[in-house]
């Protein structure tokens, strides 16, 4: 397993975060954020100033984060109903959805696509919609059509489709993960593994999660979290993921990917460089 870094981990500016990341000894990164844009739909200008940083550094991508399908698809659509002010609301919304979704799935999948091959990078992530309030349990239909239909065309050029689990969409815990990938069953459809949002959602990460999608793993996101008095969590360097023993059963698995350091906390460059420092010692311990 190597050690990677989205840089607006670290900063907005990209070039920033790749010089402080090779100077702390990493030459792989995740890329998600430049500024206010977020990849693939960077101007001209931001994609050639990347391309002469990453070839100054020696430094190269190795995954992007474009957030698709992060957003709550409407499963459910009403031909009719008694209030016609509702029923207009709930078809907007509907509609507002649906729209999203073509735009994700035949627009900036496919910008994405184009992108990670112009970089280099193998790893597009992508997350399962959130369900909108909905109860946890198996997916709806249309979100496993849908990212069936994402993985062929991420297949077709030779990328695997990494699902992020995320606390409120359909992939939260490790278990709920598996099931909806068994049920899409395509081979370039796989996983994000995030301790970090896992337990957010109520999952004993490790080693109950981990059990359910170790088969299915693309890459990792290292952040911890711990559990607060009122029953919501937030993030830090050393919290309640047993990242101790999920290390080790990496290490155990012989997972060949990447594990890329995504804190969500302030100050930026301190939390990076300590959750760096972090996990490089638990990796060694490993070895």
């Known amino acids: 397993m190597e050690i990677s870094l989205i840089t607006d981990e670290i900063?907005?500016?990209?070039?920033?975060?790749?010089?402080?990341?090779?100077?702390?000894?990493?030459?792989?990164?995740?890329?998600?954020?430049?500024?206010?844009?977020?990849?693939?739909?960077?101007?001209?200008?931001?994609?050639?100033?990347?391309?002469?940083?990453?070839?100054?550094?020696?430094?190269?991508?190795?995954?992007?984060?474009?957030?698709?399908?992060?957003?709550?698809?409407?499963?459910?659509?009403?031909?009719?109903?008694?209030?016609?002010?509702?029923?207009?609301?709930?078809?907007?919304?509907?509609?507002?959805?649906?729209?999203?979704?073509?735009?994700?799935?035949?627009?900036?999948?496919?910008?994405?696509?184009?992108?990670?091959?112009?970089?280099?990078?193998?790893?597009?992530?992508?997350?399962?919609?959130?369900?909108?309030?909905?109860?946890?349990?198996?997916?709806?239909?249309?979100?496993?059509?849908?990212?069936?239909?994402?993985?062929?065309?991420?297949?077709?050029?030779?990328?695997?489709?990494?699902?992020?689990?995320?606390?409120g969409f359909w992939a939260d815990t490790g278990s709920r993960t598996a099931q909806m990938l068994d049920a899409v069953n395509h081979p370039a459809l796989q996983l994000n593994w995030d301790p970090g949002n896992a337990i957010e959602a109520g999952d004993i990460p490790y080693p109950d999660g981990y059990a359910h999608v170790r088969k299915h793993l693309a890459h990792v996101h290292f952040k911890d979290a711990r559990r607060l008095t009122n029953g919501r969590y937030e993030y830090t360097i050393n919290g309640d993921v047993d990242w101790v023993g999920q290390i080790r059963a990496l290490a155990s698995d012989n997972y060949p990917g990447f594990i890329s350091i995504e804190t969500h906390m302030q100050p930026k460059i301190d939390s990076a460089h300590k959750a760096l420092v972090r996990l490089r010692q638990l990796i060694e311990q490993n070895q």
């Open 11 to 167: 900063s907005a500016d990209p070039e920033t975060a790749i010089e402080m990341g090779v100077e702390w000894g990493l030459h792989n990164f995740e890329l998600r954020g430049y500024y206010a844009d977020r990849v693939p739909r960077l101007t001209p200008y931001q994609k050639d100033k990347l391309r002469e940083t990453l070839d100054r550094y020696q430094a190269r991508i190795i995954a992007l984060s474009p957030g698709l399908f992060k957003f709550h698809l409407s499963t459910e659509r009403w031909e009719s109903f008694p209030v016609a002010t509702i029923e207009a609301e709930i078809h907007h919304n509907w509609k507002s959805a649906y729209d999203r979704t073509q735009l994700h799935l035949y627009e900036l999948l496919p910008e994405s696509i184009a992108y990670a091959k112009e970089l280099g990078a193998t790893i597009i992530n992508c997350f399962s919609f959130h369900r909108g309030g909905q109860q946890a349990g198996i997916a709806p239909d249309l979100v496993l059509n849908t990212l069936h239909q994402a993985a062929e065309m991420t297949a077709s050029a030779g990328l695997t489709l990494a699902v992020e689990v995320e606390s």
